[in-house]
């Protein structure tokens, strides 16, 4: 007798609760399905915009050394962005899909990347902060309950550990320099640290998906909670470097055992996230004009695969 939907969603349940992990073939409900979608992709989207702003530095690096660390660092957010979008394609979404949605600025990517590189310390920004949060963000990702997802973001999380070294050895020879670089790495912290809070997302009782991702355990911990997490690991490292973290309000509350923070700019958050912030027009221009541009590679690449596949026919034949 064929299962009704109840009893299909009580099983999937019952494999979630387990600590199993769903795979692209399994049965799953269609929310779950496209729930992924939408996190993977945004997740995918988010790698691949986050190369701009570091890509217009590479050329600017101040020594070989560094322009070959961000170099491979920029590689590697290509490389993040190819295994979630081929984990998303798993869930029966084409790549061509999902980069028209982005192209077509429907599809949302991190608000973080909508900010300027302004100065070569915001490269150690990014990689401090950025991909700090990133980390503590994507470890809890591992966990995922998805598969495909889950084992692409173990090699993820390997990579970014190395990007966030990478930013905190700049800000560190930065900090360890002259008054004038210790000042550029504290404008950095300035402009950085706030949008690097938000990064975590709203405010978990504005949060519409989290309840239910964590029901699902696509997400392991709450917005809150990972916010929380960053700012108790990051404040002892920037007492480290010498910097003031820019909020009046930061304290360690011995009672919790956490930092108390000052209030995050929301507004400035919706505004980005809705297209209109410092940078969203021009990272989708981009974007647009990287697609265009590449297109002959594509066409190439395609008729190569197929000469070969003609050849493979013609050779058992
Ligand atoms: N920006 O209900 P929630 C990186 C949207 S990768 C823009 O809390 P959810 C590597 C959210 O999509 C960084 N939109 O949503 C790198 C939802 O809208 P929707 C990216 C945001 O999904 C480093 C609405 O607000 N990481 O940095 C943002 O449960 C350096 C309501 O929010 C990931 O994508 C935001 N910050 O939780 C590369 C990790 N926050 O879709 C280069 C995977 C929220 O309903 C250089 N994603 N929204 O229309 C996640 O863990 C989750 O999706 C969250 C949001 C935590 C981001």
New binding site residues.
Partial sequence: MEKNIKDLEAEFQKRIDNGENIEAKDWMPEKYRKTHI??IS??AH??VV??L??GNWISRAPSLRRKVALLA?VQD?AG?GLYLYSAAETLGISREEMIEQLNNGTA??????NYPSLTWADMGA??WL??G??II??VM?TKTSYGPYARAMVRICKE?SF?QRQGYEIMLTLCNGTEEQKAMAQDALNRWWWPSL?????RDE?????EQ?MKWK??RKS?DE?RQQFIDQTVPQADILGLTVPDKDLKWNEDRGHYDFGEIDWEE?WN??KGNGLCNRKRLKDRNAAWDNGKWVRDAATAYAERQAEKRVSKAS
């Fill in positions: 939408r996190q945004q997740h988010s790698e986050g190369m702003p570091e660092k957010e993040h949302k990517y991190s608000s973080i990347f990014i990689g950025v991909d949060a990133a963000n994507q990702l970014e990007h938000m990064m975590f997302g709203p504005e949060s519409p998906n989290t991702s696509i997400k917005n990972l958050f980005v996230v």
